[in-house]
């Protein structure tokens, strides 16, 4: 079955300690997306990559770093320098960001990040 | 003010009703999305749409592009329509999506 995994599900770190959320994705699409989802808001775009060896920032990009090696994976590291870590994080994918072809963004399960 | 509105934020229903859930936008865009977010957090794709109506079982979503307005009409609603639903809007300018806060459905038996 093609989709979108994250893991893990939940994940519970020590404030001041980097942490990588994993998301994997099967259906060939080209473009990843990392999104955090706080209580009352809307999903807020934190990086995406259109491409593999290439990403982007979005509107929260401080205190998160992200990789494109494969094209399959999308790994996202919280580091100590995001001030308010402890949210909802969501992977999204889809054939290409661009252009008319208004594309659909698949997501994953989500990964409930805690801080302590 | 954010660029997507939802209404209501919170909407508790008895099985059978018809439920609406109201989506307004300000920006230019190119199409809308209706998400659903189970309890778990997953998300799905309700429908896309860039003007009219799309049907799909129960389901019924509505756009007005001079208006800037959507809707998500749920029919003959059911506990298993428990859930929050999210509009997001694909910005014709830059491309980016912008996502409302959500209006959390509870549907009881």
């Known amino acids: 079955d093609g989709g979108i995994t994250q893991s893990p599900k939940y994940l519970f770190r020590k404030e001041g300690q980097n942490v990588t959320l994993s998301c994997e994705q099967n259906?060939?699409?080209?473009?990843m997306y990392w999104y955090r989802q706080d209580p009352g808001q809307g999903l807020r775009l934190i990086y995406y990559?259109?491409?593999?060896?290439?990403?982007q920032k979005g509107d929260i990009a401080e205190g998160y770093s992200v990789s494109r090696e494969k094209k399959e994976s999308f790994p996202l590291t919280v580091t100590s320098a995001q001030k308010n870590p402890t949210a909802f994080y969501l992977c999204?994918?889809?054939?290409?960001?661009?252009?008319?072809?208004?594309?659909?963004?698949?997501f994953g399960p989500g990964t409930r990040l805690t801080v302590l | 003010k954010n660029e997507v509105e939802q209404s209501p934020q919170n909407l508790t229903a008895q099985e059978g009703e018809f439920i609406t859930i109201n989506c307004s936008y300000s920006?230019?865009?190119?199409?809308l999305h209706w998400l659903q977010q189970h309890p778990g957090g997953g998300i799905v794709s309700l429908f896309m749409?860039?003007?009219g109506k799309k049907k799909h079982g129960r389901l019924i979503a509505t756009i007005n592009i001079q208006e800037k307005h959507s809707s998500l009409h749920i029919t003959a609603s059911h506990p298993r329509d428990s859930a929050v639903y999210i509009c997001?809007?694909?910005?014709?300018?830059?491309?980016?999506?912008?996502f409302g806060a959500g209006t959390r459905l509870t549907v009881k038996p």
């Open positions: 990559s259109q491409i593999v060896n290439d990403f």
């Open positions: 749409l860039s003007s």
């Open positions: 999204a994918s889809s054939r290409t960001t661009g252009g008319y072809l208004y594309n659909e963004q698949f």
């Open positions: 997001a809007v694909r910005n014709n300018n830059n491309n980016d999506m912008r």
């Open positions: 920006v230019g865009i190119s199409a």
């Open positions: 259906l060939n699409h080209d473009a």
